[in-house]
């Protein structure tokens, strides 16, 4: 009971709420690079609840080595791992993107608070 | 046999976009005409595809690994119109960019963009695998990025940036949890597999998969971003947003609505359903109030959005597909793609943000102010221009599967659309001049250009016979 | 008031979306492979009659003619079976590294930031940490099919080393136009693998080299291949970033 417990705990619910947290900071947060930083936390989110799809009870990594030479029902799933690698790729593009934005932001504004943008908007 | 393949509208554009950077340090000037060269390829690779293709779907494995493990494309000749409006329509935006546009931003970073935005698009619409849709989704999304910022609207983009980051990694949980519930990442088969999952599960799965599309597809609620960067877009950018990126992800959602949520669930489309019609009725009212030109298309973007995913749903709510009510939402997507694309390159070309600004300018720069008025005419449905018949085929077929909310909910939005278009076209040749500014010089291959979409609009409004059979299996006779 | 709000929203999402997503998923033990695409990724069967029927005939270092020879299972999954997701992934990071230029793009000459000197620890540990940095990233990306790693993870420590050299004396300057050339000609050269899969058996990035013994360096068709041109331009594109913020040209 307690291991089921802990399981969904840390498979689920943790994860989803590192992703929730980042959701969190995007509605709250009103400095540009906090929001930048809070995009990070939820990828970071998502990528852990996708590894953590991937568990197997008792698993090996997924490669075949000296020790492990031929196929075991026990391998890790390695798809999700493969997922990840495209998702943190993907999320660092992204970042690379908005924190130049962020600067240029800056450089055309002189502020980098949401609120004061807001203003000069109008 | 090789140029059969439909990986070639992805894989070429990539390769050329690919060179850009190699050619930018040894033959300057071919820079400007690889873009060019892709939109051109595509389309004369569509065109060749779709004269093959039949009404039924081929899937094309990549890699050669069976479809169920692999990745897959689809095509067929529904697919292949929609993608043949998407592509020439890039295309037109593409020429638009080359001739007078190259000197706003980075020449090498832009045709970069435009390339890789068009290589996107099309693998949005053609990609069975679930993930790999998210691959090429924020690839459209990186690439709109970069497009949003070419006229320097920053604020925009950041929003823009945000909302999509939200959409993407509601996405990717989507995605893992259904692979892990199903073990498949193919559309076909994971939709096979939802059945023996719970019902709360599919909902959620549902919500995130639509909320993570609507960002790109300009539907509720993740479109904020929409108005400031149509407002702050250039010419090029502005039709790649309003035709090539939310063609691509509303045929996106109608696909993993189709394939992965197809076999009867009922809640999932009717909640679709009412997300379309309040987004349509939200995206008129909106444009109703608007004063800003581009701002007006884009909120009247985002209600025709509503309008083609409320009639998909409608299509599938009851859990057989209803054919004429699907080809009739498929029929009005081409058309929209293709008349916004006119009306947002003819805003483009008369260099004037409001209503007041533009007064009279349609009897100072005749053909222009003609071609705008063919785009606008077949978006509210004037007979004699495609819109006609798309709406002509919608109504019908919502009256008869005895949607009447439905039915009086577009016709009062269509109303609303007849309203604002027409008194932007009042303006354009009956109003006064507020602006001393001289119009910019039209070059004549622009203008061909405009001519080139407003004589396919116009074919398709006398002739809508072709595209109709094509898309539906039916014909003239069976429409009306 | 708005934190509130946010607040509730947090707790309400939480509990909404893990009670409705823990019905349907497999966690923690109760997760098997059975069954799942995973499975046959690992048996090397995906292209058999019935995948998770099909005996595995993997064995290392011996059997040669298996599917996607790479013993790390998440490279031929990532190289192999799912290319095409990797070949989209190399093109975000390419536009990537295009946003940046395009947004720093000024008609004018830019100046470079200034950093703090760097301090004497930093300047002397860089000159002999340097060819080790590079080495070490250059063995993670060749030896991608074989221990985790590849082409990405690769190219980022290389990228690392450019960072370093940028920060440990202000005297260096990135070759823009060579790290440009080398992006796209490896970009370039990813995509035409592809192309002449699809010219000599029809499909595209089918893997059509020979396989080789699995676990020998030399193994896997196309994979190392393809992972060295994706380290090439990994390392390019996001030592291009760098000197993008630096502010070179």
Redesign the interface.
């Known amino acids: 009971m307690g291991?089921?417990w802990?399981?969904?705990w840390s498979?689920?619910?943790g994860p989803?709420?590192i992703?929730?947290?980042?959701?969190?900071g995007?509605?709250?947060q009103k400095n540009?690079i906090k929001?930048a930083i809070s995009?990070n936390i939820?990828?970071y989110?998502?990528n852990l609840?996708?590894i953590?799809?991937?568990?197997?009870?008792s698993a090996e990594?997924?490669?075949?080595?000296?020790a492990?030479?031929?196929?075991l029902?026990v391998?890790a799933?390695?798809?999700?791992?493969?997922?990840v690698?495209?998702?943190i790729?993907?999320s660092?593009?992204?970042t690379?993107?908005?924190l130049?934005?962020?600067?240029?932001?800056h450089s055309?504004y002189g502020t980098t608070d949401l609120t004061k943008?807001g203003e000069m908007?109008l | 046999m090789i140029m059969q393949n439909p990986v070639l509208l992805i894989a070429v554009p990539l390769l050329l976009a690919f060179l850009i950077p190699v050619f930018s340090s040894f033959f300057k000037g071919a820079v400007r005409f690889i873009p060019v060269l892709a939109g051109g390829f595509n389309v004369i690779a569509t065109a060749l595809l779709i004269s093959r293709a039949s009404g039924s779907v081929t899937v094309t494995e990549i890699g050669g690994w069976a479809s169920a493990y692999g990745i897959s494309l689809l095509f067929s000749s529904q697919i292949g119109y929609v993608i043949l409006a998407v592509n020439l329509t890039a295309l037109l935006a593409i020429f638009y960019y080359t001739l007078n546009e190259r000197d706003l931003g980075s020449p090498l970073a832009y045709p970069i963009a435009f390339t890789l935005a068009l290589s996107g698009a099309n693998g949005m619409i053609m990609t069975g695998d679930l993930f790999n849709l998210f691959v090429f989704m924020e690839m459209t999304a990186i690439a709109g990025y970069i497009i949003a910022v070419h006229k320097k609207g920053y604020l925009g983009t950041f929003r823009f940036v945000v909302l999509s980051s939200v959409g993407s990694a509601l996405f990717l949980m989507a995605t893992a949890a259904l692979y892990n519930a199903t073990g498949f990442l193919n559309m076909t088969l994971a939709g096979k597999s939802l059945g023996a999952l719970a019902a709360p599960f599919i909902s959620i799965i549902s919500v995130l998969f639509i909320m993570a599309l609507s960002s790109e597809a300009e539907l509720l609620p993740l479109n904020g971003w929409v108005a400031p960067v149509y407002k702050e877009s250039s010419g090029a950018g502005s039709v790649f947003f309003a035709s090539v990126f939310s063609g691509a992800a509303l045929f996106a959602v109608i696909k993993v609505m189709l394939i992965v949520f197809g076999n009867n669930y009922a809640y999932v489309h009717q909640g679709l359903l009412v997300l379309g019609l309040v987004t349509l009725a939200a995206g008129e009212a909106a444009a109703f109030k608007q004063s800003n030109l581009k701002k007006m298309v884009a909120y009247s973007s985002i209600a025709q959005s509503g309008l083609i995913i409320a009639a998909v749903a409608a299509a599938m709510r009851s859990g057989v597909l209803h054919n004429g009510l699907f080809s009739a939402a498929l029929f009005q997507l081409i058309n929209n793609i293709l008349a916004k694309a006119l009306v947002l390159l003819g805003i483009a070309l008369l260099g004037l943000a409001t209503l007041k600004e533009i007064g009279g300018a349609g009897t100072r720069k005749k053909w222009l102010g003609v071609f705008i008025s063919a785009g606008v005419l077949s978006l509210i449905g004037m007979p004699g221009f495609a819109g006609f018949w798309s709406k002509l085929f919608l109504v019908r077929e919502l009256v008869g599967s005895g949607m009447f909310v439905f039915t009086l909910v577009f016709l009062l939005a269509a109303l609303f659309e007849a309203y604002y278009y027409l008194r932007f076209l009042q303006s354009l040749f009956l109003g006064k001049s507020t602006t001393a500014a001289s119009l910019p010089k039209t070059s004549w291959v622009t203008t061909i250009l405009l001519f080139v979409l407003a004589a396919l609009i116009i074919l398709i409004g006398f002739a809508p016979d072709v595209i109709i059979r094509a898309i539906s299996g039916l014909s003239l006779g069976g429409v009306l | 008031m708005k934190k509130v709000i946010a607040f509730l929203l947090f707790l309400g999402l939480l509990f909404f979306l893990g009670t409705g997503l823990e019905q349907g998923l497999k966690l923690g033990d109760r997760n098997t492979l059975a069954g799942k695409a995973g499975e046959a990724y690992l048996k090397r069967t995906v292209n058999s009659a019935d995948p998770s029927a099909s005996p595995s005939r993997v064995e290392y270092s011996s059997e040669t003619d298996i599917e996607e020879n790479a013993a790390n299972t998440v490279t031929s999954v990532v190289v192999g079976y799912r290319s095409f997701d990797t070949l989209g992934e190399v093109t975000v990071l390419f536009l990537a590294a295009t946003g940046v230029m395009a947004l720093f793009f000024t008609s004018g000459k830019r100046k470079r930031l200034a950093l703090a000197k760097p301090n004497f620890i930093l300047s002397v540990s860089s000159g002999f940490l340097l060819p080790l940095i590079i080495l070490f990233g250059a063995y993670v990306f060749t030896h991608g099919h074989l221990t985790p790693g590849g082409g990405f993870q690769g190219g980022t420590i290389i990228a690392a080393a450019v960072l370093l050299l940028y920060m440990a004396g202000n005297a260096y300057k990135a070759p823009s136009t060579g790290l440009k050339i080398l992006e796209g000609l490896s970009g370039a050269g990813y995509l035409l693998i592809g192309l002449a899969g699809l010219l000599l058996t029809g499909f595209f990035l089918q893997n059509f080299l020979p396989q080789g013994r699995m676990g020998a360096l030399f193994s896997a068709g196309i994979i190392p291949v393809v992972y060295l041109l994706i380290g090439l331009k990994v390392s390019a594109e996001l030592s291009g970033i760098v000197s993008d913020y630096m502010g070179e040209d």
């Open positions: 291991h089921e802990l399981s969904l498979f689920l619910y989803l709420a992703f929730l947290v980042g959701l969190y995007l509605l709250t540009l929001m995009i939820m990828d989110g998502v609840f996708i953590s799809l991937g568990y197997v009870p990594a997924p490669i075949y080595t000296e492990v030479k031929t196929y029902p391998f799933d390695p798809l999700p791992q493969a997922l690698l495209t998702a790729v993907i660092v593009a992204v690379a993107f908005i130049a934005l962020t600067i240029k932001i055309q943008l908007e």
